[in-house]
Nanobody, 125 residues
Framework: HVQLVESGGGSVQAGGSLRLSCAAPGYRYDTYCMGWFRQAPGKEREGVAATNFGRGRANYAGSVKGRFTISQDKNTMYLEMNSLKVEDTAMYYC????????????????????WGQGTQVTVSS
């Protein structure tokens, strides 16, 4: 089984940086997709970044491309967030896909089955 625990959230001023971590022991990084999602109050959960670390190709939402970077080290997944904007404020979740996926990992909530409890990121102006 897979258990996910996020950490690293907090409050930061616009333009600042944060690094989120997701402890994910036992995940199949070479075949499964892993991703970061976020949800702001009153909004739908949306994909931020996802990748199959065995292939090393990441998929980013247009709103974060060039600012966020997803990476992995052993049993931990990271999301490096730079040049943060107020609109990045949300609860951030890490997730693992329902099964092995081909090609570019999707940013669709329905394709992910295992979720962490979330870590709050608040960006102020």
């Amino acid at each position: 089984h897979v258990q996910l625990v996020e950490s690293g959230g907090g409050s930061v001023q616009a333009g600042g940086s944060l690094r989120l971590s997701c402890a994910a022991p036992g995940y199949r990084y070479d075949t499964y997709c892993m991703g970061w999602f976020r949800q702001a109050p009153g909004k739908e959960r949306e994909g931020v970044a996802a990748t199959n670390f065995g292939r090393g190709r990441a998929n980013y939402a247009g709103s974060v491309k060039g600012r966020f970077t997803i990476s992995q080290d052993k049993n931990t997944m990271y999301l490096e967030m730079n040049s943060l904007k107020v609109e990045d404020t949300a609860m951030y979740y890490c997730a693992v896909s329902r099964g092995s996926l081909f090609g570019l990992c999707p940013l669709r909530v329905v394709d992910y089955a295992h979720w962490g409890q979330g870590t709050q990121v608040t960006v102020s102006s």
